[in-house]
């Protein structure tokens, strides 16, 4: 799952905020790269300070942990690299509780998961300032979002592309009902069951596909299988470097059903309070993210085997924010 833990409901989620309170933050390594400022960080606003980054373990967020981390290196702070935190409700605590200063973050899984919303915004600014609003009473506030938006999709092979020619979940649940055999799924089993998944999606624009449709499986499995064409469509999700990498067509939606995940950074308001440039330095870099950047990043990581930082640290450098130091 890419942006929320499969852990679901208001004691599952007290479970793990205890098991995570129980077993502490300890780890972490300082972060060494050598930079100097680029076109972020100039005259080091945040030399002197002390400040632990953290992030989820799936690839595109230890991508932009590692961003995050280099601009304050950049700035001039010494930095504890605490990024790769299983689940999302750990890293959400970390900066919560003051074991992390700051983490990239998705609108969508605060509002959803971390604040028990049931009905996602439609308008990703105003999805946005919702969370920005409702948790600035946590201790955390939430600098202006990015376009990388971290969502469900249905994407399918080329081959299948011009055979059908869909564009749209709309003409996908016409092609359904016209010929319910061409219509069928690879997915998770969460998205399986998920209300923001695939019982939403069938109510939502009015498909009924039979359970024999409809195959469930691991998310690395589902690309491989969209590939060769053994479902129709397959459950992706929007930033996955493999989108690009195997050349599939992504269904837009375009009754805008499935929630905004889009990225944005979280910051303890201590934190902010103490070092307001963190502000300014992360301010650039968050506008220049979007789907085609996280979808490069993370195939390189992904498909071409990659580190992560070190993918991080290339871009940074390739887009000028930071230079050698």
């Not at 005259?43 to 601009?71: C, H, Y």
């Not at 202006?144 to 011009?162: C, D, G, I, R, V």
């Not at 805008?256 to 330095?281: D, G």
Request: proline letters at 5%; aromatic letters at 6%; charged letters at 25%.
């Amino acid at each position: 799952m890419r942006r929320v833990t499969s852990v679901t409901g208001p004691v599952a989620a007290l479970a793990l905020l205890a098991a995570v309170s129980g077993c502490g933050l300890t780890s972490g390594s300082p972060m060494v790269d050598d930079v100097k400022p680029g076109s972020v960080g100039k005259g080091q606003p945040l030399k002197g300070a002390d400040l632990t980054v953290t992030s989820k373990e799936f690839t595109e967020q230890l991508v932009l942990g590692a961003i995050m981390g280099i601009a304050f290196q950049a700035a001039g702070a010494e930095v504890l690299d605490r990024t790769g935190i299983q689940g999302s409700i750990g890293s959400r605590e970390a900066v919560k509780n003051g074991d992390a200063d700051a983490g990239y973050e998705y609108t969508g899984t605060a509002w959803i998961t971390y604040l028990g919303n049931s009905d996602p915004i439609a308008d990703p600014q105003k999805q946005w300032e919702a969370v920005r609003e409702a948790d600035a009473k946590n201790g955390l506030t939430w600098l202006p979002p990015s376009k990388l938006n971290n969502t469900y999709a249905l994407a399918m092979n080329q081959a299948n592309y011009k055979k059908y020619g869909t564009k749209t979940l709309s003409e996908v649940a016409a092609l359904a009902k016209k010929d319910p055999k061409a219509v069928t799924l690879c997915v998770e089993s969460e998205f399986a069951n998920r209300a923001d998944g695939l019982p939403g999606m069938e109510k939502a624009y009015g498909m009924k596909l039979p359970s024999g449709n409809i195959t469930q499986m691991d998310t690395g499995i589902i690309y491989t299988q969209v590939r060769k064409g053994s479902c129709t469509y397959g459950e992706v999700f929007t930033t996955d470097g493999r989108i690009k990498s195997m050349n599939l067509a992504v269904m837009a939606d375009d009754k805008k059903f499935f929630p905004n995940y889009n990225v944005a950074p979280q910051i303890n308001t201590k934190a902010l309070k103490k070092y307001p440039a963190i502000a300014e330095v992360l301010a650039p870099i968050t506008k220049r993210l979007d789907n085609d950047v996280a979808q490069e990043l993370n195939a390189k990581v992904d498909v071409d085997g990659e580190d992560p930082h070190a993918v991080a640290l290339d871009w940074m450098k390739k887009e000028g924010f930071v230079k050698e130091g």
